[in-house]
């Protein structure tokens, strides 16, 4: 087994960071359900907190990410734009090259320690 190992993360900022990995399992996870409420719990945060995440990704990227339903008696719905699900596979992808990148250079820098 390998002593240690390098971990990657992305952070796109603009005038603040405003989308990371948190906010891209929120996403996913409202994809997979449909409701900010069943990923806001699934990610153990508040609904306000997954709501403020969203709505300063939607304010830095100039785009909405979901098409949202208000609730009532049938309750709401969130379903993710087409942009919003192309700029997610954007940064998915560009996390694996980023991780890829990061374990060549552990490779180069640190392989003498594992």
């Known amino acids: 087994m390998d002593k240690f190992h390098c971990k990657t993360k992305v952070i796109l900022s603009g005038e603040k960071d405003f989308f990371g990995p948190g906010i891209y399992y929120l996403l996913e996870y409202i994809d997979e359900t449909g409701s900010i ?10 609904y306000s907190k997954c709501c403020k995440l969203i709505n300063k990704a939607e304010q830095e990227t100039g785009f909405p990410f979901l098409n949202r339903t208000n609730g009532g008696k049938s309750g709401g719905s969130s379903k993710l734009t ?3 699900r192309r700029f997610m596979e954007r940064y998915h992808a560009m996390t694996e090259e980023v991780e ?15």
């Open 37 to 46: 409420q069943k990923a806001a719990q699934k990610m153990e945060m508040s």
């Open 82 to 84: 087409e942009e919003g």
């Open 100 to 114: 890829k990148a990061g374990q060549e250079l552990f490779n180069v820098y640190f392989s003498e320690y594992q």
